[in-house]
């Protein structure tokens, strides 16, 4: 083999050999090599890497618990100024190695310098005196006069760098949170704040809304969930929450019957005092009526 190699002065990434020839699978060096090219910032997720290999996430997910057990990526749990936590993905390019900062940031901006008095050319005595007295004349002259100074106006803030206020919890679903509360009943890793609570219940309520019961959301929340929770309950919650099904389709109707026929009420034989069914009393049942058309027929006969 013989290389042709070309002086690369921009658009490059330093790797080791340990890494280059990193025996095991070509995904495996393939994403770290991918990885180190990228900015600091970059989302590295999953979706991200399958957005951009053709791999699935199977084999990107096998990627990523090699390189972290080898120790070229470090998940952290960090605590932001507002109070949030979020996961931060480091990448080594030696295992072990300390952060550096990173040289491509900008420099700050250098203080600028007072500027040198220019020398100013010899003045006899008499031209000093006349330049002192018409000095002295204009500073008489700008006491005098009325000083206006600007009152400065504070600047109001735009909308857009305000805090958004977080949402109150009494003005959230009621049936929502309860959803969301008894959920440490079945895994107790998920205990949420009044404010992830207020947050998730909205998504929770879409899903009532859409026909689904509570017990149905619940497990599908507390469901096959990780071992161990690289980050708060609250933004895998969110994760499961973030598409609505499909609202419940209306009840069939119910089949129709035929009307039943109206039962009489049953009434007591005036002959023969037995229980038939007619719709007034003071009437005889169908034999006793038999009998008295049957005795007339016989005295003709």
């Known amino acids: 083999m013989i290389h042709v190699r070309t ?3 921009a658009d490059f990434t330093v790797i080791s050999n ?15 090599v991918y990885i180190l090219s990228l900015p600091t910032g970059t989302p590295v997720s999953i979706e991200a890497l399958c957005a951009h290999f053709t791999e699935g996430e199977t084999l990107i997910s096998r990627a990523l618990r090699e390189l972290e057990s080898a120790g070229y990526l470090d998940l952290r749990c960090e605590r932001l100024s507002s109070g949030q936590i979020r996961t931060r993905t480091y990448f080594y390019d030696v295992p072990g190695g300390t952060p550096q900062p990173d040289p491509d940031d900008s420099p700050e901006p250098p203080r600028p310098t007072r500027p040198r008095k220019s020398p100013q050319p010899w003045k006899s005595p008499a031209a000093e005196r006349a330049t002192s007295s018409s000095s002295s004349t204009a500073v008489t002259e700008a006491a005098s006069a009325p ?10 803030a735009p909308a857009a760098d305000r805090p958004e206020e977080p949402a109150a919890l009494s003005d959230a679903d009621p049936q929502a949170v309860s959803v969301l509360a008894s959920l440490r009943r079945v ?10 609570a207020a947050r ?12 689904v019961a509570p017990s149905r959301i619940t497990a599908h929340l507390t469901t096959r969930l990780p071992d161990h929770l690289l980050a708060r309950p609250a933004a895998i919650l969110a994760f499961r929450l973030r598409e609505t099904p499909l609202p419940a389709p209306p009840p069939a109707p119910l089949p129709s019957f035929p009307e039943r026929p109206v039962l009489l009420p049953f009434q007591t034989c005036d002959g023969c005092e037995r229980a038939f069914r ?12 038999g009998r008295l058309v049957q005795g007339p027929l016989r005295a003709v006969g």
């Open 278 to 289: 007619a719709p007034e009393p003071g009437q005889r049942c169908r034999d006793c009526r």
């Open 200 to 211: 998730l219940a909205p998504a929770v309520g879409q899903w009532l809304a859409a026909g």
């Open 187 to 196: 895994d107790p890793r998920l205990l949420l704040s009044e404010r992830e």
């Open 147 to 156: 000083a206006s100074i600007p009152v400065p106006t504070p600047a109001s």
């Open 7 to 9: 002086r690369l002065t």
């Open 18 to 32: 340990a890494l280059a020839q990193r025996r095991g699978s070509a995904v495996t060096i393939g994403v770290a």
